[in-house]
């Protein structure tokens, strides 16, 4: 059992190390940018402005260091991210009651792995602007709920505080933290404070968070719809472009929940076996709650339903770990023999099914690759059309972040600044040939600080790297490959070309071969 609670902190730590070396989201250049002078210092009073008006204070700080002592490597975050969810995943277990038997603890402790760091979940470890956004609150609230459970309430109130600092999803673990003190009976002091620490949190944060609907995505008050993401977060493991059994299944998660919830809060004394375990349910469902709030189903996320988002399943992640223990707790006498079977089969089914979420999440930041070279060649036009801030470009540089580094790759030998002679690179035939080497420039006016798509084939295999040169074959420009084209059965690739250049030329490489890619009808 052990070993099997190993292979998923193993599979998630390997994808996190593999994944891309570029930041490519927008939230991380906005946030250094704003918490980064020019020359690379950190500017201390931007660290605790909001962020998506939220607070965001760990997270700037992770930012900064990583590309201030790393290099801005995304992959350092993706590990971390990894790190503090397998770490939960201790926390979780030294909160699993003494009655439990040993055997039925390891399985737990595997069901706690596969659900944290599954499948679904993996666009944390893909990004780590994802990750670092929610990872930290969310682990500093379980941090909480563990505390308040052993009845430490000084270390539970310094880990909500410390979750309120990371980002929303640190807002509630307040009241979580309340409820676990009340369910051991604690004196009323102990119960009442974080209860009126939470009300204070959260008035603040709406008195203070700027206005418009950024915080509150949308300001209709659309129950439907609301009730629809409250229930597909819940249920997001279970579903990856079906928000209809994501919505079936949380619900169900949440009827269960009160279910087995409702007979300790009628016998307080006899709770404080479970109430860490009640104290993360109602975490998980007030995280639940928040998505709902702050957004609503929308047609650009699969499937509509914007609860199916894999970071949103990290409310669906800690609600099931604490239903199995509940489950459990509350039915000693099922066999063990059936107990192992089910925690072991819900962590693999759901993680089987998340892969469909994980392709998804590598699909949608294949092309976002093009952000390296765009920052690079400070194509600013391209960086704000891919909603990335310019403004980073100075700061990234003065930290040494990638891509402003010494092995800085276009994906081949060809580096910027190289020269190619052109009037020996043959031209690729266009799509109309039946061979397998063949290609095509999609955009029809080739520009400098302008997203170039198109697709090439060379041998029936996918090029090595794109590359783009001026009329004196000098490479300005690059790009990324094996971009998902939905209307070929191959990928495709985007480029960029530094501002002001003209004459521009695509050269596609593949091994030691270049060859010329032309628009159609040239």
């Not at 459990?328 to 066999?335: D, F, G």
């Not at 976002?368 to 036009?381: D, I, N, Q, S």
């Amino acid at each position: 059992m052990t070993v099997l609670a190993v292979v998923p902190v193993g599979l998630a730590l390997w994808t996190a190390a593999r994944t891309s070396r570029l930041h490519v989201l927008l939230d991380y250049w906005h946030v250094l940018a704003k918490i980064t002078s020019d020359d690379g210092s950190l500017v201390p009073g931007q660290v605790l402005t909001y962020h998506l008006d939220q607070p965001f204070a760990v997270p700037s700080l992770l930012f900064w260091a990583d590309a201030a002592w790393f290099g801005g490597d995304n992959r350092v975050l993706t590990v971390l991210t990894v790190l503090l969810l397998a770490g939960a995943v201790l926390l979780l277990r030294g909160m699993l009651p003494s009655t439990v038997p040993p055997v039925i603890k390891a399985a737990l402790t595997a069901g706690f792995a596969w659900l944290l760091l599954s499948s679904h979940l993996a666009e944390l470890w893909l990004q780590g602007t994802n990750g670092i956004s929610w990872v930290p609150a969310v682990a500093c609230g379980v941090v909480a709920v563990a505390a308040a459970h052993r009845g430490q309430v000084w270390w539970a109130w310094g880990a909500a505080l410390v979750a309120c600092l990371c980002f929303g999803a640190g807002l509630p673990v307040w009241f979580a933290v309340a409820v676990a003190t009340w369910l051991r009976g604690e004196r009323i002091g102990r119960v009442v404070t974080p209860l009126l620490a939470g009300l204070l949190v959260v008035a603040a944060w709406f008195l203070t968070k700027p206005a418009g609907p950024q915080s509150l995505a949308t300001t209709a008050i659309d129950p439907d719809r609301r009730l629809s993401v409250f229930g597909a977060a819940l249920g997001g493991l279970w579903a990856v472009d079906t928000p209809v059994v994501a919505v079936i299944a949380g619900g169900a998660t949440v009827a269960a929940l009160v279910l087995l919830t409702l007979p300790a809060f009628r016998r307080t004394r006899e709770a404080a076996p479970v109430a860490g375990w009640i104290a993360l349910a109602v975490y998980a469902l007030l995280l639940a709650g928040l998505v709902a709030l702050g957004r609503s189903t929308t047609v650009a996320v699969a499937g509509g339903n914007v609860g199916l988002l894999g970071r949103y399943g990290l409310a669906g992640a800690l609600a099931t770990c604490a239903l199995l223990v509940l489950v459990v707790v509350a039915r000693p006498a099922l066999p063990q023999r059936y107990v192992v079977t089910a925690v072991v089969t819900l962590g693999l089914v759901t993680h089987a099914i998340g892969g469909g979420t994980q392709d998804q999440a590598r699909a949608n930041y294949a092309s976002l690759g093009l952000a390296a070279v765009a920052l690079r060649v400070e194509a600013r036009e391209t960086l704000t059309a891919m909603q990335i801030e310019p403004s980073a470009i100075p700061a990234a540089r003065a930290l040494g972040a990638y891509p402003f580094t010494d092995d800085f790759s276009l994906g081949c030998a060809h580096q910027l600044g190289q020269s190619l002679d052109l009037t020996a690179v043959p031209v690729l035939p266009g799509p109309a040939d039946a061979g397998t080497t063949k290609g095509v420039v999609d955009t029809s006016v080739l520009a400098g600080d302008t997203v170039i798509s198109g697709w090439a084939l060379v041998q029936g295999q996918v090029p090595d790297c794109v590359l783009v040169t001026d009329a004196a074959g000098t490479i300005v420009g690059g790009g990324v490959t094996n971009v998902a084209r939905p209307d070929l059965a191959w990928p495709g690739w985007r480029a960029v070309a530094a501002p002001g250049a003209t004459g521009l030329s695509v050269v596609v490489a593949s091994g030691d071969a270049l060859y010329r890619v032309e628009p159609s009808g040239s």
